[in-house]
């Protein structure tokens, strides 16, 4: 089946350090989507994409759509405490909307 | 109204309980999802309502038994659980099944079973 490669999995940064994180697949996507899950909360749409080799912004947040629709990053800058949580990736396959999550990047931002 | 509303928040029951997750959504949206996400994991699909018919049941098991009765509300009963169905029950929502558009998800049932 469809499988998301994210990585990684973890992350333990300072606050101000910029972040960066990724998710990689074998099957093509139409749609790229990054959610952010904080504890006893349901997954929140930081950012979709939806056109290969496209970049957006969601301010500090910035996520690109890879040209070959199999990939995208998620770029965080200037990392605060309240970026913590858990990060997860997902793909929707052409033509079918469904959703494919990747394994989830746990970011945690020392003050 | 952009959100996806879920009732309760928590919820702890026995083994030979029975209970229901409610989900509403007024956003006209027509395809209607319930997960089941473990601690530190990705969401995992239970069930998929399209036009309020049943789409996609990922085999799971009878115990759990979803109902869409119309197209803001799904429901999820619950019977004879196992404490291994313990975790966030999670109800989402897209403008159709086949949409590319992503889902919103509401808050989640944190379900307890003793």
């Known amino acids: 089946g469809q499988q998301l490669n994210q990585s990684p999995q973890s992350m333990f940064i300072q606050e101000g350090e910029d972040v960066s994180m990724n998710c990689t697949s074998s099957?093509?996507?139409?749609?790229w989507l990054w959610y952010k899950q904080e504890p006893g909360e349901g997954p929140v749409l930081l950012i979709a994409?939806?056109?290969?080799?496209e970049l957006t912004s969601n301010g500090r947040l910035t996520a690109q759509f890879g040209i070959t629709r199999k990939d995208s990053f998620l770029n965080i800058s200037a990392s605060i405490p309240s970026d913590v949580g858990i990060y997860f990736c997902?793909?929707?396959?052409?033509?079918?909307?469904?959703?494919?999550f990747g394994q989830g990047t746990t970011l945690q931002v020392k003050p | 109204d952009t959100e996806v509303t879920q009732t309760p928040k928590h919820l702890v029951m026995g083994m030979t309980n029975k209970k229901s997750l409610k989900c509403e959504q007024h956003?006209?949206?027509?395809?209607m999802y319930w997960y089941k996400q473990k601690a530190k994991k990705p969401p995992e699909l239970m069930f998929v309502?399209?036009?309020?018919?049943?789409?996609i049941n990922e085999s799971v098991p009878s115990r759990f038994s979803p109902e869409c009765p119309n197209s803001s509300l799904l429901n999820l009963h619950l019977h004879a659980l196992q404490p291994e169905d313990s975790a966030l029950y999670l109800c989402?929502?897209?403008?159709?099944?086949?949409?590319?558009?992503?889902?919103?998800f509401g808050s989640g049932t944190r379900l307890t079973v003793v």
């Open positions: 309502y399209s036009y309020e018919k049943l789409s």
């Open positions: 989402a929502s897209s403008q159709d099944e086949n949409s590319n558009y992503g889902y919103t």
């Open positions: 997902a793909g929707q396959l052409s033509n079918t909307g469904k959703l494919i």
């Open positions: 099957s093509i996507f139409n749609t």
């Open positions: 956003m006209g949206h027509r395809a």
């Open positions: 994409l939806y056109k290969a080799g």
